[in-house]
């Protein structure tokens, strides 16, 4: 009878050892796709910088490089933003002097060798201009009309930022958490991230077992990084090249239990007591993860991954039953206030912000914080008409609320979706319609047209 119920106790041990990894890896692969995420809105300011190269005219290399710095000075973590010719040359850049030969860098040779535009995630590098430094690269190619290379537009990003960002609560002793390439070399890894970056883990097989299907996988098998035997999590990091692991040392989950075990035959009311509290212990610490992967700590809304599934679920749902439009907000100058007041200023008017949105809006719509100072509403069964009307109501009211320390104002790009247009194009129009709000002056809303779609 003890035998069995150790036996049972063992493995309820080990089930909840395989769920708090796959918990440390879901989360991890959340701060890696914000993360990224982030950069890539980055790489769309680059191209900007960069395009007039592709016209008629000469991109005048004193602005594109002053250009290049103020982005680079509002993203701590970005090491470098490089502009590159078809025959990789560094025409501008965020550095000083003669820009490194980067002929050999993959980030280059990927749209070179390849008549592809689509985003290139770089594996961990050494620097060749920040002695000792590791980056991974963000790499896009725009092309002409008729697919020739025109430039590439790449960001150098420290991976320093994927270490302090993966700073999650790990709830059991000895529990690891890591972002690895699909071929296993190593982003980052809390704890000993200096002593791990840039190296090469063998799993091919289970990460090749990664796929949009099956996007996680967990074993128990010994850690190539510290020889431990580990609960490994893996999760494949949605949209991008990466994964994402949690790991638990089966030493350390297993000494509670080793140790009731031991104790059974003449405690065992205690034990009882014991296995009760660890399953309540267990059942917080999952609904503390399951509250962190849907809500946004600072503002009490939706974070993103919440408010992007929300957005997914409306759409299949409302395929044939009516209109969804999305309203893309952005806070204007929201820089100048963390510079002037303090982040902790800035952080209490998202907070009013956020609390001004979820009022102003009706019980059918859901707001989330998208990033930084970005929200999203999703209207179900409003066309663009009633859409362009909440916006309006939204930006009005956030201007008449929110005035101190300094008067807040919004812009608002809003896009309907089509019955034929996918999730994704009526985002990226909505970031479009943004984009020219703030380009048109800033504190207005501005409607997407039927075009208007992201280059």
């Known amino acids: 009878m003890?035998?069995?119920?150790?036996?049972?106790?063992?493995?309820?041990?080990?089930?909840?050892?395989?769920?708090?990894?796959?918990?440390?890896?879901?989360q991890t692969a959340l701060v890696a796709e914000g993360t990224i995420d982030a950069a890539r809105q980055l790489l769309r300011a680059v191209e900007q910088i960069a395009q007039p190269a592709t016209k008629d005219r000469k991109r005048d290399?004193?602005?594109?490089?002053?250009?290049?710095?103020?982005?680079?000075n509002q993203t701590p973590y970005i090491m470098d933003l490089l502009i590159i010719s078809p025959d990789g040359r560094i025409t501008d850049w965020t550095g000083l002097g003669k820009p490194p030969d980067i002929h050999d860098r993959e980030y280059y040779r990927y749209h070179a060798g390849a008549a592809t535009s689509s985003l290139y995630v770089g594996e961990p590098q050494l620097s060749k201009v920040h002695k000792d430094r590791w980056f991974f690269a963000?790499?896009?190619?725009?092309?002409?009309?008729?697919?020739?290379?025109s430039f590439i537009a790449v960001a150098i990003i420290d991976n320093k930022i994927l270490y302090e960002r993966l700073g999650i609560e790990l709830a059991l002793p000895g529990s690891t958490q890591a972002l690895l390439?699909?071929?296993?070399?190593?982003?980052?890894?809390?704890?000993?991230h200096d002593s791990n970056v840039g190296k090469q883990i063998s799993r091919p097989k289970e990460l090749s077992a990664l796929t949009e299907n099956k996007p996680s996988i967990t074993i128990r098998s010994q850690s190539q990084l510290d020889h431990k035997m580990r609960i490994l999590s893996w999760h494949k990091v949605g949209g991008y090249p990466l994964v994402s692991a949690g790991t638990v040392v089966m030493d350390e989950l297993l000494l509670p239990w080793r140790q009731r075990t031991g104790l059974l035959t003449v405690l065992w009311v205690v034990l009882c007591i014991v296995i009760i509290s660890f399953a309540r212990r267990a059942n917080a610490i999952s609904r503390r993860h399951t509250e962190l992967a849907s809500i946004d700590s600072l503002t009490g809304i939706s974070n993103r991954r919440s408010i992007l599934n929300t957005a997914a679920f409306l759409d299949r749902s409302q395929n044939d039953s009516g209109n969804l439009s999305i309203l893309m907000i952005d806070v204007d100058h929201f820089k100048d206030v963390n510079d002037q007041f303090g982040h902790q200023v800035g952080d209490q008017i998202l907070q009013q912000i956020s609390d001004v949105l979820r009022k102003q809006i009706r019980e059918t719509d859901i707001v989330g914080r998208y990033g930084g100072e970005e929200f999203l509403v999703l209207m179900p069964d409003t066309g663009s008409e009633g859409a362009m009307l909440v916006a309006e109501k939204l930006r009005q009211a956030i201007s008449d609320r929110i005035t101190l320390p300094k008067p807040i104002t919004i812009s608002i790009g809003v896009a309907a979706k089509s019955a034929d247009a996918t999730l994704d194009r009526t985002f990226a129009r909505a970031d479009k319609a943004l984009y020219r709000a703030k380009g048109e002056g800033r504190n207005c809303v501005r409607l997407a047209g039927a075009d208007d779609v992201q280059k």
């Open 2 to 26: 003890i035998g069995l119920y150790a036996l049972h106790d063992r493995n309820t041990v080990v089930s909840n050892g395989e769920r708090v990894a796959s918990q440390i890896a879901e």
């Open 61 to 72: 290399a004193d602005t594109a490089h002053a250009a290049l710095l103020r982005l680079k």
């Open 138 to 149: 963000l790499s896009e190619a725009i092309r002409d009309s008729q697919g020739r290379l």
């Open 181 to 192: 390439s699909e071929n296993g070399a190593v982003y980052a890894r809390r704890p000993d």
